[in-house]
Every structure is written in structure tokens, then in C-alpha cells.
T-cell receptor
């Protein structure tokens, strides 16, 4: 079964501390994984996709097939990073039907 | 480009009534997705439509729920005879191509349905 698990509902860190938002997936085949973000009073939007191997707003995420993980990391958190983060998996069939995790609220304290 | 527009933003219905949620995709987007977010849960896929076609409705409950995306006008998610368990936020997303190619969906602000 295809599944995405984000084990932490809330992650609270101080400004300047490293951040790691955990995401594990279950998928048979080559997964396509994404991180979406929702800032306060804004729409859910794409943050980054694993296939691009990009760094956006200082965030990176590496696909680890051995551990079936796609954790989101940032070395130094900023207050403006406070938001809800969703890990998502592109389902079999490549129709754009994304399977979302339950989301993690990141709270960056001053 | 105004972005994906959903209305109403908030809808209150009594048990047994019908709820209609509308979604206008971004200009130039012909692929529409509906997701539901129950309290304390993540977004769950419901249905994927292109103009006049339902492509994937594997996430739709078998009864009472239907969706359409006509040639003209917005996509509509219709819930007949609502029950309390239908209370949720319903999100619409659109993409210019099948989002399987890029994984990027453009989301609306959601419609929050409350069933009394």
C-alpha cells in the first residue's frame, strides 16, 4: 500500500537551530516525493521536489530509498519558516494523485 | 492570474441537505483535483477531473458524493444528504498538465463544510 507518514505533529525549535522534519513512505517502485508548505493565512504550495535536487529557502530533502525516507532539513531555522509542512508521494499511474502525510507544524521561536 | 478560486469559503448545512462546492481553476489549467481534510488528518485525494471527464475517482465515497467539471464553468463537488461526518475542509487544486509530470498542484484556499 502507498502511504506517507510524518511522525511528528509539532516540531518546535529556536531560531538558528537546525531543523529536520521527518517523512517516511511506503511505495513499490521508484517514488516521486515532494514537500508542500502552508504558511499562516496562505494557500498550500509546493516547496520542493526530490527529482530536482534543489534547495529552496535553505531547505533540502534527500530521498533515502534504503530507509524509505525523505526528511526535510534546514541548518539554521528562521522565524519565517514557521508553517505547516506536508510530505507527499506521487501515486502509481503518475496521474498527479498525490498522497499526503498528516503534516507537521514547525514552530520557530525567537 | 487570480489563482484557484473556491466558493463558498464556509458552508453550514443541516443533516440531510445538499452541499455544493465550486472550484474555478487557474487560467489555462484544465486538470482539477479535489482533496478532503478531516479534522486532525492530512489531505486525502477524492477525485481527478479534466474538462468533461472524470479521470480518477478512486477516493470518492461510493454514495452521496459526485463531481463534475463541465466544458464551461467551474468544477463542482456535490454532496447529497450530508451527515456530520462530512464536516471537513475541501480543497481544490489545478494544474496545467497532468500533475503526474511535475507533482505541482496549485491549491485553492479551501471550502469548510460544517454539518449541524
Amino acid at each position: 500500500a502507498q502511504r506517507v507518514t510524518q511522525p511528528e505533529k509539532l516540531l518546535s525549535v529556536f531560531k538558528g537551530a537546525p531543523v529536520e522534519l521527518k517523512c517516511n513512505y511506503s511505495y513499490s517502485g521508484s517514488p516521486e516525493l515532494f514537500w508542500y508548505v502552508q504558511y499562516s493565512r496562505q494557500r498550500l504550495q509546493l516547496l520542493l521536489r526530490h527529482i530536482s535536487r534543489e534547495s529552496i529557502k535553505g531547505f533540502t530533502a534527500d530521498l533515502n530509498k534504503g530507509e524509505t525516507s525523505f526528511h526535510l532539513k534546514k541548518p539554521f531555522a528562521q522565524e519565517e519558516d514557521s508553517a505547516m509542512y506536508y510530505c507527499a508521494l506521487n501515486s502509481v499511474g503518475n496521474t498527479g494523485k498525490l498522497i499526503f502525510g498528516q503534516g507537521t507544524t514547525l514552530q520557530v521561536k525567537p | 492570474n487570480a489563482g484557484v478560486m473556491q466558493n463558498p469559503r464556509h458552508l453550514v448545512r443541516r443533516r440531510g441537505q445538499e452541499a455544493r462546492l465550486r472550484c474555478s481553476p487557474m487560467k489555462g489549467h484544465s486538470h482539477v483535483y479535489w482533496y478532503r481534510q478531516l479534522p486532525e488528518e492530512g489531505l486525502k485525494f477524492m477525485v481527478y477531473l479534466q474538462k468533461e471527464n472524470i479521470i480518477d475517482e478512486s477516493g470518492m465515497p461510493k454514495e452521496r458524493f459526485s463531481a463534475e467539471f463541465p466544458k464551461e464553468g467551474p468544477s463542482i463537488l456535490r454532496i447529497q444528504q450530508v451527515v456530520r461526518g462530512d464536516s471537513a475542509a475541501y480543497f481544490c487544486a489545478s494544474s496545467p498538465t497532468a500533475a503526474g509530470n511535475t507533482g505541482e498542484l496549485f491549491f485553492g484556499e479551501g471550502s469548510r463544510l460544517t454539518v449541524l
